[in-house]
């Protein structure tokens, strides 16, 4: 068994069909201290999580002294980072602007870590909203 990650920025996603809001956040694993928190409207769950991803990126590119490695539980939003390109069918301006922003800057991040954080071993990512 893994052992649960202490370095890195963990990152989450969340939608709230009541509030209509989509949310995305990150935190230092080592610290426990919020790096950012951002509502971006009505989006998707999987929306919120890949922007997290990418803005979790940009901020290891803005911070060159953070950890290199990013946590997020969602399979579908790593599978969209390592892809550079999202499958949602929503046309979010976002989700454009961070699929250019992975084109562009693949030599600059491809060094960063995007990994599985593993709920079943570790217990709810650190970044998680506790909406459920």
């Not at 080592?30 to 790096?35: A, Q």
């Not at 399979?75 to 979010?92: D, E, G, V």
Request: charged residues 25%; contains cysteine; aromatic residues 10%.
């Amino acid at each position: 068994m893994k052992e649960k990650p202490v370095v890195g920025i963990a990152t989450d996603g969340a939608h709230s069909a009541k509030e209509r809001l989509t949310r995305f956040r990150a935190v230092d694993l080592s610290s426990g201290k919020e790096l950012f928190s951002k509502a971006i409207g009505n989006w998707t769950n999987n929306i919120g999580e890949f922007l997290g991803i990418v803005e979790a990126v940009r901020y290891v590119m803005e911070h060159p002294e953070s950890p290199r490695t990013i946590y997020s539980d969602s399979i579908t939003a790593i599978t969209w980072y390592c892809n550079k390109q999202t499958a949602s069918s929503r046309r979010c301006p976002a989700l454009q602007k961070a699929e250019i922003f992975l084109k562009v800057m693949e030599a600059r991040i491809k060094d960063i870590e995007v990994l599985h954080w593993d709920n079943r071993l570790w217990g709810e990512i650190p970044a998680d909203f506790g909406n459920k």
